[in-house]
């Protein structure tokens, strides 16, 4: 959980949607801004008056310049939100937000944990499925050894050496194969615990520590609620309820409070800082009351949609019940199909080592085939294969299962 990239980047949605719920905060809080200013005009701006004021003829305008070329002004501003409906409803929708996105980080983690379960499994059949096959080789390898002794003394058929040399090849391969496997699914487990792939990982548990409930499931509801798919669906149809009533309330006047004070100074020279010399105040508050009147239908055909998009998440509750409820059916289906079919297996396994067994003690004693010992070898090998494979068939059943009803945390 601390270390996979998707996980770890739903732990920062968590954050990221607390910092918009502050930012949106901010923007009711007062806002005050200063500002500061220093200009000199190349060239003071010209004016033009009626020339009459100067003697001039009526109806004729005679260019002036007004103004000092040096200039300065500082001053202070700040502006209050006193009331905007959509504002408010804004706020209750940040914190919606931000359930939504504490609901996607255990979403994120219950997904985590379903793809860390399996890969952690598989690396356990895996390795036993290798360690047996190691036996196997080396138990094979001592009949081949055996085997070439007889041939040369004159005891057996060149065909019969032939075949237990077959049998040790086809077995050599197979554990090759598997270990082979065994790094892809060990690289595999790193991959979603999100570790490097060169790092050393050691397993603390082996496959026969691993607690194995074979008992059949029974006939569960389906209990869509306890599913975070669910719960997070319903935080966004209440997002989208929030979006609605923040456009009907945008009907609503809006109300802001502001107020600024600045001082302004002008000279022929430049010595704006000299204390000696004025500074001329201005200073003056308000407010500024905003009244929606006609908008074009526009806010009309944004809460249409809102509407329709509301229907929209109510038929996908609908579909997300039918959905799980098969979903749960199919994998306790699943589920019984496999917890029978590793009783088998292993029973067939059970039966072929004790097999394999009495025909390498008849082969032996001289009272037996070598062909009798290959076949019952084969089968042995056939059923371990088939029986782990049934065994990781139930791992994964049950972590789907689980899944499926909502109790996978």
């Known amino acids: 959980m601390q270390h996979q990239a998707t996980t770890k980047n739903a732990a920062l949605d968590v954050e990221i ?7 949106l905060i901010g923007v009711g809080l007062p806002n005050i801004t200063g500002s500061a200013d220093i ?6 701006p010209t004016s033009f008056v009626p020339a009459e004021f100067f003697g001039g003829q009526p109806g004729e305008y005679a260019p002036v310049q007004f103004g000092q070329p040096y200039s300065s002004s500082v001053g202070l501003s700040a502006s209050q939100l006193v009331f905007d409906g959509s504002y408010l409803v804004g706020l209750q929708a940040s914190r919606t937000y931000a359930e939504l996105s504490k ?28 360690d047996l096959l190691v036996a196997n080789v080396q ?54 615990m999100g570790m490097d792939l060169n790092a050393n990982l050691e397993l603390a548990d082996k496959l026969a520590t691993i607690k194995m409930d074979e008992t059949l499931p029974g006939e569960e509801k389906a209990d869509a609620s306890r599913r975070i798919e669910y719960s997070i669906m319903q ?13 009907r309330f945008e009907y609503l006047p809006s109300l802001v409070a502001f107020g600024s004070v600045s001082a302004n100074a002008s000279r022929n020279e430049f010595d704006i800082f000299d204390t000696d010399k004025r500074w001329y105040p201005t200073a003056v508050i308000g407010a500024k009351l905003s009244v929606p009147i006609f908008d074009g239908l526009q806010k009309s055909a944004r809460i249409g949609q809102s509407k329709l998009t509301l229907q929209k998440i109510d038929n996908g509750f609908k579909s997300l019940e039918q959905g799980i409820n098969l979903e749960v059916q199919n994998s306790r289906t699943q589920l019984l199909n496999n917890i029978e079919m590793l009783k088998t297996q292993r029973e067939n396994k059970d039966l072929a080592t ?56």
């Open 139 to 192: 138990r094979i390898k001592k009949l081949k050894d055996d085997t070439k002794a007889m041939y040369d003394n004159g005891f057996i058929e060149k065909i019969d050496n032939d075949r237990i040399v077959l049998t040790y090849n086809n077995i050599v391969v197979e554990e090759q194969k598997v270990k082979r496997f065994l790094t892809i699914s060990e690289n595999l487990l790193k991959f979603q």
């Open 17 to 23: 949607a607390q910092k918009k719920i502050n930012e």
């Open 39 to 44: 200009n000199k005009f190349i060239e003071i």
């Open 103 to 130: 609901k996607n980080l255990e979403q994120s983690k219950i997904e985590t944990s379903a793809n860390v379960s399996k890969a952690y499994y598989s690396v356990l059949v895996n390795r036993e499925r290798h």
């Open 235 to 247: 935080t966004n149809k209440r997002l989208q309820e929030l979006d609605l009533k923040r456009t």
């Open 354 to 409: 004790e097999v394999a067994r009495v025909s390498k003690i008849k082969y032996d004693q001289g009272v037996g085939s070598n062909l009798e010992v290959i076949n019952a070898e084969t089968s042995l090998k056939e059923a371990e294969t088939n029986y782990y494979s049934s065994l990781y068939d139930v791992l994964i059943s049950k972590i789907d299962y689980a899944k499926a009803t909502g109790s996978l945390k």
